[in-house]
Nanobody, 123 residues
Framework: QGQLVESGGGLVQAGDSLRLSCAAS????????MSWFRQAPGKGREFVAG????????YYVDSVKGRFTISRDNAKNTVFLQMSSLKPEDTAVYYC????????????????WGQGTQVTVSS
């Protein structure tokens, strides 16, 4: 069984940067599309960014375009989310997920999920 473990979250101030990592183990995820979702208190899980298995195609929710960058290192079975110019509204638990096939923005399409890492942005 595959496992995804996120790290890199924390408490930062508005305008700061953070880099989240998602380490995959138990199986090879190099043929999976990988995405980051987030969930703020009292809200549903929101798609943030996705990357295809080769790393040649990415997609972002409008609210993070130009500020967040998703990347992957298949040799290390790791996916990253570089977050810059953070805003208080980016505060959420961030989840990594793996998708074999389906719609990137739909949570139910995903085969594997991590446990999440908290990102808190103070104003």
């Amino acid at each position: 069984q595959g496992q995804l473990v996120e790290s890199g979250g924390g408490l930062v101030q508005a305008g700061d940067s953070l880099r989240l990592s998602c380490a995959a183990s138990g199986r090879t995820f190099s043929t999976y599309s990988m995405s980051w979702f987030r969930q703020a208190p009292g809200k549903g899980r929101e798609f943030v960014a996705g990357i295809n298995w080769t790393g040649t195609s990415t997609y972002y929710v409008d609210s993070v375009k130009g500020r967040f960058t998703i990347s992957r290192d298949n040799a290390k079975n790791t996916v990253f989310l570089q977050m810059s110019s953070l805003k208080p509204e980016d505060t959420a638990v961030y989840y990594c997920a793996a998708l074999k096939r389906g719609v990137w923005t739909t949570p139910t399409s995903y085969d594997y999920w991590g446990q999440g890492t908290q990102v808190t942005v103070s104003s």
